[in-house]
DNA sequence: ATGACTGCAAAGACTTTGCATCTTT
DNA sequence: AAAGATGCAAAGTCTTTGCAGTCAT
């Protein structure tokens, strides 16, 4: 049968770390944070955390930033935007798409659709402005 | 200056090779393919050369599959289908999206946005026909 | 006690790079 | 010749894992 799960104040934290940010951080960041409470805390732990929230559904993968994959634990179907300078990924308020895209989409293809990823990417305002100085 | 480019065969051979298939591929399923007409291709070039497309706006990245990144040689704006299963990519006829999206969240931001990623996640056809034999 | 979780470090997986050699111009 | 492209293999980067020890039930 499944594993049961046990309390482990790490995996609180790894949870509450994500939930109390809105940068969709990295595996690392998210590690560099919680050490702060735990000094012992390791990477590993926070992979075998991050993997396993997402398994349970309390956590997802907004996708690869330079390499890394950034996590969000905001559950509630919304977008995102990735600045290709600084990395940097933002929520994005509701966008005005038609109702049942992945229906239309899972129909077209005879696919199961499970939910969608839509990113925009660019540059971000302060990167904009940081070029701006730099000229 | 900027470095002028040189005629090569294999960097023929790879925008070639991704031309002329709709599987958008990993790198290492094009060194596979290419080794078949050069034996001696290494990975190294193919990595060299697809890193090359891409900045010179011949291939673009559709997304990490698997761990993989997938490459795209069709440039017109289009949707994607990622089978969570298999790890097939599809190519999807337009959809009803809004006119002027990335004009829209740029405006939102104050960010300046090149383009956007929509990818669908799901089963393909063939996974599920796939299950329904296994159960 | 039993089974899960953790720390640490080694192992993995994919991609990038350095360098000597071969090609194109 | 000069500058770019390639092969090969070593080095990198991020992520996953094995194992022994620790903690929750």
Redesign the pocket.
Same mark, same amino acid.
Request: with cysteine; hydrophobic share 35%.
């Given at each position: 049968m499944a594993?049961?799960?046990?309390? /482990?104040?790490?995996?609180e934290a790894v949870l509450q770390c994500l939930r109390s940010t809105t940068t969709h951080p /990295?595996?690392?960041w998210v590690f560099q944070q919680l050490r702060k409470d735990?000094p012992?805390?390791?990477? $590993?732990?926070v992979?075998?955390?991050l993997?396993q929230c997402k398994q349970r559904g309390e956590v997802r993968t907004v996708g690869f930033v330079g $390499?890394?994959?950034r996590f969000d634990a905001r559950m509630d179907p919304h977008d995102h935007f990735v600045c290709r300078q600084c990395g940097r990924v933002d929520d994005l308020p509701p966008l005005p798409l038609p109702e049942g895209l992945d229906q239309l989409v899972g129909a077209q293809l005879g696919a199961q659709i499970d939910e969608h990823s839509l990113l925009f990417y660019g540059r971000c305002a302060a990167c904009q402005a940081g070029d701006a100085q730099a000229d």
């Amino acid at each position: 049968m499944a594993a049961s799960r046990k309390y /482990s104040r790490k995996h609180e934290a790894v949870l509450q770390c994500l939930r109390s940010t809105t940068t969709h951080p /990295s595996a690392d960041w998210v590690f560099q944070q919680l050490r702060k409470d735990f000094p012992e805390m390791s990477l $590993g732990t926070v992979y075998r955390n991050l993997a396993q929230c997402k398994q349970r559904g309390e956590v997802r993968t907004v996708g690869f930033v330079g $390499g890394f994959e950034r996590f969000d634990a905001r559950m509630d179907p919304h977008d995102h935007f990735v600045c290709r300078q600084c990395g940097r990924v933002d929520d994005l308020p509701p966008l005005p798409l038609p109702e049942g895209l992945d229906q239309l989409v899972g129909a077209q293809l005879g696919a199961q659709i499970d939910e969608h990823s839509l990113l925009f990417y660019g540059r971000c305002a302060a990167c904009q402005a940081g070029d701006a100085q730099a000229d």
